[in-house]
């Protein structure tokens, strides 16, 4: 088995609400995932999916307990450490919207690259063969709006995977892909992610998601009511 | 970050917002170009009069200088000699005279001089050395004024100078200056003798100028203030620069006010033009922050948006403003040329370009980081419900900003009226701050009222108004309205102010008779040249003619003003022309002017001596003459100030009966016409001109719409850019709809529908901008208003502009909604599957 990645120690986000008890977000999560493992997080619409991938992200800083990366705690961060730790350790797949109009694929998908010291021209070379490994070297030149939904969503996968980063998150990553695109999309995450021992936490609620997953856990109310084996979450279960 | 990463970015992200990024260049541009513009005029007309002073003065040091036209005995000119430590002195005979050409006149400043001017004077008369000075029988006057009035060479000329009519050769030279510019200059130049022979002021001087050296500075001045003996002014050889920058004071200030108002608006275009563009920044930085960017990189990546923007905008804005400044900006000196000879031409310094561009990178660097000021430096942590609760804050803050800075235009309005361009940014700001609660109230009403239309096309215009995705981009268009009629009416209804106070000053002045004769020349427009009145007599013989009465006037140094003095007939009814008292009872100045003893002070005259009403003030006339103050009024119109007294005070105080003009009331049934025949027919050849009342009245108008001529070019350009500004903002507004409307469409809704809720969303839009616009239109002008009589002391008619407003109301708004009407019923024709794609 690979090495550990990440550990959650006990993590809880609450909020404080105007009227009544504050939401419940993430409660008391503990998890570990290792390299080139695919862990799902499974569950319902408001279940505290996004606020733990937040969490994780230092995007959101918890009220108790630990995010541990290689052993470091992450919400300890200053907002500069954080968004070092975000841009070289820490991938981030979330729905295609976000791609950058007018820009072409290797431009989009060098996006993390051109904030390191490493140059534009440089960081355009480098992007190159994980183009080509998702299959878009025939589109590398196109712009967003010419490309399809999951070609969309692989670029968001090349730009996640850009700086060789430890481990990845994906946000519904299949959230506005068909079944077969879904499955395409995912297919290819896992098998790059293993490929390069990166730690993947997928947050989603397609219970076919969970299929490409090493682990699942369901998360409800903020917590971690189960823990699924893997790969075999059934549509019937998910219900 | 890397410079070239950082490019990179900007490149790759310009390709999808170009035409945005076109418009907020264009309003930025539009900005700069007004400053830069405005700037070189100012700058031009400052610099051209600097330039003539020293081309004749030289490295003189001191001037010894009449107070009138009459000038002084020319013995006086041993006594300054005498005096220890004068090294050099140069004799000067200085009268204003009208050059009448085969094809035209020109009004000329004649300088007679000594030869030895041409040895010790400044680069001007330095250029005369070649010729022989002293046995010349002919003037010397700079080539492009020859040629203005068909001379070609030793022609025989027309020189007017008072009544008489002299004929004259004139000799077509090139003059240079320091900076070798100024061979335009109205000048005419003269040996001593001949000037003092053709102006029939033979052994009379005007002025002397004096050269000491540094050291002995004390004794001179002593040894010249006992000759003057306090009739005589003595002062810097380059003083006439200070009276000049005196007298272009409140036109360099008012332009600048107009322009910095129209520049502000410009600016306010493009910040507005950037808020369209304000989603997809508020994405990048979301993005940006997920992958990883810090705050500084974030930062660093939209510097870089603003210095371009900027750089581009500048650069765009210099080459609108150089065009403008050529084209249309002339540095004409207007009025003033019939106080100063000068010939302004454009000169562009370090100054204008820095402080053009510096406005122009601040309003790119506002435009792009301000709206962006919560995503850049959110926290990290937060709330699901801070959303909600931020808006409820953002309302409060709204309200309350808003009316805080309509305080603050209050105060400055009531308090300080010369800190006007403060005044119309909180006055802007507020209208920005409270038009979101107008738009929502608006909003709300028509969301009750169209529950009784049948259709869905007002239903969906409230959903999209009330959508918070839509909230910046519907705000920046109602805001783009707002700024677009607040700018045309605050400046335009201002102008109109400006120029019916002109207007009022120029018929009550010249409404007091039927026929006006006075010297000829443009230059003599005011009746500032006193003459012989010889012909007063013969006139008053006339069968046609009632009566014919005195008026006098000429200007007059008063401290570094070069001041109006204007002094109608002691029985005119009416002295003071309505609605230019500033200060005191109309009725008990005009029986103080009657009585005789008093004198009607302009405010800015007597603020600055602290003077008021009833103290007395010693005109610095020929003979210091002390008058009591009756009143305080405007300027009358010119610039550096006027002061009134009845023609007979004048008379005393100048130790003159020579009249400035003759005021020649007609018999009953005689057509003012007719008038002007019979008396011209007696005139015969003569210097003199003879205008009927109203030509006169007309003369001053137009010369005050040419004072004016910035001005009114600032309003049109305002109107120009907000017209402009509003079809960019209407159709960048069309254009990012489209994947909406394909939604739409694939919801169900057909093309009619969705253009009449564009129409209905439009209507709202505009309707909530633009009428809040006119009416803080309003407000700037009773603002500027203030500030004009207050800063430069013109005579201003306020009157409310509602038909100024309502018809910029009408302008933009129809305007914006034809730019809808068209192009939208086109971006409906969107396939649905663009909604798919995209």
């Known amino acids: 088995m690979f090495r550990l990645v990440l550990e959650l120690r006990g993590l809880t986000k609450h909020f404080p ?16 995932v290792a390299g080139g493992e695919l862990v799902a997080l499974y569950g319902p619409s408001g279940s505290g999916k996004t606020t733990l991938l937040m969490l994780i992200a230092a995007l959101l800083e918890p009220d108790s307990g630990e995010v541990l990366l290689d052993g470091r705690d992450i919400c300890r961060l200053s907002p500069r450490e954080a968004a070092g730790y975000r841009l070289r350790d820490l991938g981030f797949v979330r729905q295609s919207l976000n791609l950058i109009a007018g820009a072409d694929v290797i431009d989009n998908a060098a996006l993390k690259l051109l904030g390191t010291e490493m140059g534009a021209r440089k960081a355009r070379k480098q992007v190159g063969p994980l183009i080509e490994r998702l299959g878009l070297s025939e589109r590398a030149s196109h712009r967003p709006e010419e490309l399809s939904m999951g070609e969309r969503q692989r670029v968001m996968i090349a730009r996640a995977l850009s700086t060789d980063p430890k481990l990845v998150l994906a946000d519904e990553p299949t959230g506005s892909l068909d079944s077969q695109r879904g499955e395409e999309v995912l297919g290819m995450l896992s098998d790059i992610c293993r490929e390069r021992g990166v730690a993947v936490v997928l947050v989603t609620h397609d219970p076919q998601a969970t299929a490409y997953a090493d682990r699942v856990h369901a998360l409800r109310d903020g917590r971690l009511a189960e823990h699924v084996a893997s790969r075999a979450l059934a549509p019937a279960d998910a219900s | 970050m890397k410079l070239s990463s950082i490019a990179r970015l900007y490149r790759v992200r310009l390709r999808a917002r170009i035409v945005q990024e076109m418009f907020a260049v264009l309003g930025i541009a539009v900005g700069v170009a007004l400053l830069f513009a405005s700037q070189v005029a100012s700058t031009s007309l400052d610099r ?83 010729l022989r000075f002293t046995k010349l029988k002919a003037l010397i006057v700079p080539a492009p004024v020859a040629e203005a009035i068909g001379d070609s060479s030793l022609q025989r000329v027309e020189l007017q100078l008072g009544e008489r009519a002299i004929a004259a050769v004139v000799i077509p030279q090139l003059l240079r200056g320091p900076a070798g510019g100024l061979s335009g200059s109205p000048v005419a130049i003269a040996p001593l003798g001949y000037a003092q022979r053709l102006t029939g002021m033979s052994g009379r001087l005007t002025s002397v100028f004096v050269g000491s050296s540094p050291a002995s500075d004390r004794e001179v001045l002593a040894g010249l203030r006992r000759i003057a003996a306090g009739s005589l002014n003595v002062r810097p050889a380059t003083f006439s620069e200070a009276l000049f920058d005196r007298a272009a004071g409140p036109t360099n200030q008012s332009t600048g006010l107009f322009s910095a108002i129209s520049a502000l608006v410009g600016f306010l275009f493009a910040f507005n033009a950037l808020l369209l563009t304000v989603p997809q920044r508020r994405h990048l930085i979301e993005d940006l922050r997920l992958d990883g960017y810090t705050r500084e990189m974030i930062v660093e990546v939209l510097l870089f948006d603003a210095l371009v923007l900027g750089v581009v905008a500048c650069v765009v804005g ?78 409060s803050w709204l309200l309350a900003g808003g009316l805080a800075c309509l305080a603050a235009t209050t105060v400055i309005l009531l308090a300080a009226p010369a800190a006007a361009i403060a005044g119309v940014a909180t006055l802007a700001l507020a209208l920005l701050l409270l038009l979101p609660l107008v738009l929502e109230g608006l909003t709300g009403a028509f969301d009750r009222l169209q529950v009784r239309f049948r259709g869905a096309s007002s239903y969906l215009a409230v959903i999209e108004l009330r959508s918070p995705a839509n909230r910046a981009r519907s705000i920046a268009v109602a805001a783009t309205g707002a700024i677009a009629v607040f700018g ?16 009022q000053v120029a018929h009550g002045i010249n409404s007091t008779t039927d026929v006006w004769v006075s010297p000829a020349g443009g230059a003599n427009s005011l009746a500032t040249r006193p003459f012989e009145g010889a012909a007063a007599r013969r006139l008053r013989a006339l069968p046609a003619v009632r009566s014919v009465s005195v008026y006098r006037g000429s200007f007059l140094d008063v401290g570094d003003r070069r001041v109006w003095v204007v002094a109608p007939p002691r029985e005119v009814a009416r002295p003071v022309p309505p609605g230019q008292l500033l200060e005191g009872s109309a009725r008990l100045a005009r029986q103080r002017f009657h009585a005789g003893g008093w004198v009607i002070l302009s405010r800015a005259i007597a603020q600055e001596r602290g003077l008021h009403i009833g103290d007395l003030f010693v005109l610095p006339s020929p003979r210091p003459t002390a008058l009591r103050i009756a009143a305080l009024s405007t300027n009358f119109g010119w610039p550096s100030g006027a002061i009134m007294l009845n023609a007979e005070d004048y008379a005393r105080a100048w130790g003159s009966s020579d009249p400035s003009a003759l005021e020649v009331a007609l018999g009953p049934g005689v057509s003012p016409a007719a008038g002007v025949a019979e008396i011209r027919r007696v005139l015969g050849v003569t210097g003199l001109m003879v205008q009927t009342a109203a030509q006169r009245e007309q003369h001053f108008r137009a010369t005050g719409r040419q004072g004016l001529s910035r001005l009114t070019e600032i309003s049109a350009l305002v109107l120009v850019a907000t017209v402009l500004a509003m079809a960019a903002t209407m159709g960048a507004m069309i ?15 057909n093309r009619g529908v969705l253009w009449r809720a564009l129409l209905w969303e439009a209507g709202l839009l505009l309707g909530a901008g633009c009428s809040l616009g006119a009416l803080f239109g309003l407000y700037g002008q009773l603002l500027l208003s203030r500030a004009l009589v207050r800063v430069t002391g013109f005579p201003v008619d306020f009157s409310p502009g509602l038909l100024v407003a309502l018809a910029s109301f009408a302008l933009v708004t129809a305007t914006a909604m034809l730019i809808v009407a068209v192009p939208g019923a086109v971006a409906t024709r969107v396939r649905p599957a663009v909604s798919l794609r995209e």
């Open chain 2, 735 to 749: 254009w990012q709809r489209r994947p909406r409307l394909a939604e739409m469409k694939v919801d169900g809704f």
């Open chain 1, 17 to 32: 609400v105007a009227y009544g008890e504050p939401v419940r977000a993430v409660d008391g999560v503990s998890m570990t």
């Open chain 2, 318 to 395: 210099l080459a609108l403003g150089e065009l403008l400044s050529s084209a249309l900006f002339e540095s004409s000196p207007g009025y003033l040329s019939f106080a100063f000879p000068i010939a302004p031409r454009r000169i562009v310094t370090g100054t204008s370009v820095a402080l053009a561009c510096a406005g122009g990178l601040i309003a790119a660097l506002v435009g792009v980081l301000f709206p962006l000021r919560r995503a850049i430096f959110s926290p990290r942590g937060g709330s699901e419900s801070a959303p909600a609760r931020a808006a409820r804050r953002g309302t």
């Open chain 2, 48 to 130: 051209s009069a600097q330039q003539l002073t020293r081309g004749i003065v030289g490295q003189m040091r001191f001037q010894l200088a009449a107070r009138d036209a009459q000038g002084f005995d020319a013995r006086l000119l041993s006594q300054v000699q005498a005096i220890p430590g004068v090294r050099m002195t140069v004799p000067v005979l200085e009268a204003s005279a009208n050059l009448v050409g085969p094809e035209g006149s020109r009004s000329v400043d004649l300088i007679g001089t000594d030869p030895r001017f041409a040895r010790v004077g400044g680069q001007l008369v330095r250029s005369l050395r070649a």
């Open chain 2, 488 to 503: 045309s009416v605050a400046i335009q209804t201002a102008h109109g102010d400006l120029q019916a106070g002109l207007n």
